[in-house]
């Protein structure tokens, strides 16, 4: 008799975290346009995008490397179409996180790239938990007269209903939705969660506007950003 499989050690979070953080830099052009209505007037595309993974490492202490944290987050350099370039740091606060220093660490963190390189930042951060999950948008201290307030932008992943991210015509609605539908594993039952991740790629494909390869690499990152432990599903998913 055939072993059975065992879905946690198949798909370990950290995997998860590194899949959502590859889904982020190859869609990040429709992230910007799914959080910036006018991103096309905004950026300069054409000019490219550039990750810069290596000033972000730098900056992040041992101690928070060696625990696992901060796989999902990008630095990325864009420009704009009045030919500046200006930098975007991304913070994924990944499911059910629920971090009391959020908001000082990434304030730290803005202040890093800052102090080390001269780069002023945009952070934005993007909440990945349940309904429930804490969204702080602002670092604030207060001593004597002297006051710090840190806002940035925020974004979690039910700010949209299902229906609504399925007519935005945009790859990054649907990674959200992905990351919707992977909160629900272990909770529904995996003919159902197979069905929403066949959706997802359905939706992809119809839109009709991305090319043979990227929609191989996104039906790769759905087949392991969600997982389910039926191979119909898999084969459903990849003949959508």
């Known amino acids: 008799m055939p072993k059975k499989r ?36 905004l950026f300069d595309f054409g000019r490219g995008l550039e990750f810069m993974d290596k000033e972000l490492l730098e900056i992040i202490p041992d101690r928070e490397r060696k625990q696992g944290r901060r796989v999902a987050d990008l630095l990325v350099k864009v420009y704009l179409k009045d030919g500046s370039e200006k930098y975007i740091l991304l913070n994924t606060e990944i499911e059910g996180g629920n971090d009391a220093e959020f908001a000082e660490r990434i304030y ?10 001269r780069i002023a930042v945009a952070t934005i951060a993007v909440f990945t938990g349940g309904h429930s999950q804490p969204k ?8 004597l007269d002297t006051t710090i307030s840190f806002r940035y932008r925020t974004y979690h992943i039910f700010d949209h209903t299902e229906e609504e991210l399925l007519t935005k015509d945009n790859a990054f609605a649907l990674i959200v ?22 959706t997802i790629a359905r939706a992809l494909i119809a839109s009709g506007q991305y090319d043979k390869d990227r929609i191989v690499s996104f ?19 990849m003949s959508a």
Request: glycine content about 4%; some cysteine; proline content about 6%.
């Open 136 to 143: 702080p948008d602002e670092y604030r201290r207060e001593v």
């Open 177 to 198: 939705l992905a990351c919707q539908k992977a909160l629900l594993e272990g909770k529904v039952p995996e003919s159902e969660l197979g069905e929403g991740r066949s």
């Open 108 to 117: 730290e963190y803005n202040y890093r790239i800052w102090d080390r390189y």
């Open 6 to 41: 065992n879905k946690t050690n198949n798909k370990p979070p950290k995997q998860s975290d590194e899949f959502l953080k590859g889904a982020f830099e190859e869609n990040f052009p429709d992230f910007l346009r799914f959080l910036y209505p006018n991103a096309d007037e």
């Open 219 to 237: 039906l790769v990152f759905l087949k392991n950003f969600i997982y389910v432990d039926n191979d119909d599903h898999h084969a459903l998913l």
